[in-house]
């Protein structure tokens, strides 16, 4: 079935420093890929999604790029705020057999914390 | 302003009864799902709609049960049979195109005693 793997958390960095989020992906078909963030207690939002091979998605100075060679789609941000500080979730949707998507396959989620 | 709207934010049962946890949206959009979050798990989908009066299970439905009689609601019960049903339930909307982004309403955390 559908997969997506993270790397597990908590990362914790500096404010102003550099951050890599790893995701793979296991998937039938051709998917899409998000990045949602999370903040507490609160629901999702999406910080940006890619729906092809090559695709960059970004918002709010975080970047993604979809790879399909090595199946990853890693989140990155060139220098960090302590506003950043979150819970981000990778994910990913196929097309189901009736046409739309069944739903996201998320990964474990990895707690970001930003140090001033 | 469009978007997603859960309630109540937090919900408290006993062990035995059933709950209903409400989610509407006015983001005319077709598609709708159920997720559950327990930490350090992610999030994990337990039912989804597509169009009013059908739905599919997802990963983990035993115990739940929705129904979709309009397009704007898609109500989630959460059943005795559930062994484990206290986390944060997340309901989400989608336009039914291919991969289309989802959008998430605040979540419902349910306590039961």
Known sequence: ?116 | DGGITQSPKYLFRKEGQNVTLSCEQNLNHDAMYWYRQDPGQGLRLIYYSQIVNDFQKGDIAEGYSVSREKKESFPLTVTSAQKNPTAFYLCASSIVRGTDTQYFGPGTRLTVL
């Open chain 1, 1 to 116: 079935g559908d997969s997506v793997t993270q790397m597990e958390g908590p990362v914790t960095l500096s404010e102003e420093a550099f951050l890599t989020i790893n995701c793979t992906y296991t998937a039938t078909g051709y998917p899409s890929l998000f990045w949602y963030v999370q903040y507490p207690g609160e629901g999702l939002q999406l910080l940006l999604k890619a729906t092809k091979a090559d695709d960059k998605g970004s918002n709010k100075g975080f970047e993604a790029t979809y790879r399909k060679e090595t199946t990853s789609f890693h989140l990155e941000k060139g220098s960090v705020q302590v506003s950043d500080s979150a819970v981000y979730f990778c994910a990913l949707s196929v097309v189901g057999s009736g046409g739309g998507a069944d739903g996201l396959t998320f990964g474990k989620g990895t707690h970001l914390i930003i140090q001033p």
